[in-house]
């Protein structure tokens, strides 16, 4: 089976997942999307889950499939589970998080002078890299309620990554020129999320 539809497969598969969870879990749960994912055309959607009154887990899905102009890609899927302690309540106010995430990515072709904490985005400009990666990070957030089942929430947060790619010079030809390994520490999470608390 094609390596897509299997990405495909998977993201509806955890999309579904999410929602039957999320049925059995009602007065206690939130649906979500990150507007930062969105406005970069990704699809996204992330559930939470009460489990005691200062505890929630927050679980997200996101999938971008999309080539663009002159053959620029930014593919990829990825999971974000998270941990969360909410120093007022849940669903409300300042909260603290730990997170997990892993994932599959095909990006290239995109003009970047980007440099952060010794990450040098600028080969992503003539070169495609497709791989993996897994991690972990933490994170601060807080929860605006904005009425009886509205909330506007926003978090960032550092960490981790192990990435394995490998490296091509083209978009579109699978002349592989070289695989590595990178070792990635900063931000593994940026959110603004419109939030619908059931």
Partial sequence: ?????????????????????????AQKAALKTNLLYDATTT????????????????????????????????????????????LCEKFNGHFFGF???????????????????GNDFEALKDHRFEGWFVGAGI????SWVLGKHWNIEAEIALGYAY???DKYKCGTCGSKVGKGVHNYVGPTKAALSLVYVF
């Fill in 163 to 165: 990435i394995r790619y």
């Fill in 139 to 142: 994170g601060y957030g807080y």
């Fill in 43 to 86: 699809f996204n959607l992330g559930a939470e889950f009460g489990l005691s009154p200062k505890w929630t887990l927050d679980v997200s899905a996101n999938y971008n499939p999309w080539t663009f102009n002159d053959n620029k890609k930014w593919k990829h899927w990825f999971v974000q589970p998270e941990a969360r302690y909410w």
């Fill in 99 to 117: 997170h997990l995430h892993g994932g599959q990515y095909n990006v290239g072709h995109i003009d970047t002078s980007f440099k952060f904490l």
């Fill in 1 to 25: 089976m094609h390596k897509s539809h299997k990405m495909h497969r998977l993201f509806l598969g955890l999309v579904i997942i999410l929602a039957s969870t999320f049925t059995a879990h």
